[in-house]
T-cell receptor, first 110, second 114 residues
Framework: EDQVTQSPEALRLQEGESSSLNCSYT??????LFWYRQDPGKGPEFLFTLYSAGEEKEKERLKATLTKKESFLHITAPKPEDSATYLC???????????FGTGTSLTVIP | NAGVMQNPRHLVRRRGQEARLRCSPM?????VYWYRQLPEEGLKFMVYLQKENIIDESGMPKERFSAEFPKEGPSILRIQQVVRGDSAAYFC????????????FGPGTRLTVT
């Protein structure tokens, strides 16, 4: 069964305390893996696309990496404004659907 | 440089009424996806449309739900005879349809059925 699982469900960090969020997937034939940030009451905001194992993308304090089974979103020295829910999604080689995980709710405490 | 627009942002309907949700994609985008998000659940794919065509509606309930994306005007998600279980946030996302498949989301419509 095609599935995307994110962990942990919730994460509380002190400002400056680096950590990683995990997205594991079981799909047959990955076309792309996508990371989004969602603030309360708003739509998801696109962050990164990763296509193949070994690929890495960076943006400010965020770095996304991809293996054959999972992706990590590394947050370096987070700030309170990084507090949000981070979603990952995958698209298969076949079909048109995107499969979303339930997200990791990140809280960064000043 | 407007992003994806959705309206209304909030919609309240009584059971049995119809709900119409509108989505205007980003400029230059001709692909639209609709998703439903329930509390504590992930975004669930409903339907994928290109201008004047439904490409994939495999995630949409067979009854009461329909979607269109006409040549002119916004994409519309229509829910007939709403029930309480339809209460959710509905998001649309648009894409240019190129190789990247990157989607850009609107702010969502929060539907409440009373």
């Amino acid at each position: 069964e095609d599935q995307v699982t994110q962990s942990p469900e919730a994460l509380r960090l002190q400002e400056g305390e680096s950590s990683s969020l995990n997205c594991s997937y079981t799909v047959s034939g990955l076309r792309g893996l996508f990371w989004y940030r969602q603030d309360p009451g708003k739509g998801p905001e696109f962050l990164f696309t990763l296509y193949s194992a070994g690929e890495e993308k960076e943006k400010e304090r965020l770095k996304a990496t991809l293996t054959k089974k999972e992706s990590f979103l590394h947050i370096t020295a987070p700030k309170p404004e990084d507090s949000a829910t981070y979603l990952c999604a995958v698209r298969k080689n076949t079909g048109n659907q995107f499969y979303f995980g339930t997200g990791t709710s990140l809280t960064v405490i000043p | 440089n407007a992003g994806v627009m959705q309206n209304p942002r909030h919609l309240v309907r009584r059971r049995g009424q119809e709900a119409r949700l509108r989505c205007s994609p980003m400029k230059g985008h001709s692909h639209v996806y609709w998703y439903r998000q329930l509390p504590e659940e992930g975004l669930k794919f409903m339907v994928y449309l290109q201008k004047e065509n439904i490409i994939d509606e495999s995630g949409m309930p067979k009854e009461r739900f329909s979607a269109e994306f006409p040549k002119e005007g916004p994409s519309i998600l229509r829910i007939q005879q709403v029930v309480r279980g339809d209460s959710a946030a509905y998001f649309c996302a648009s894409s240019s349809g190129t190789r990247s498949f990157e989607q850009y989301f609107g702010p969502g419509t929060r539907l409440t059925v009373t």
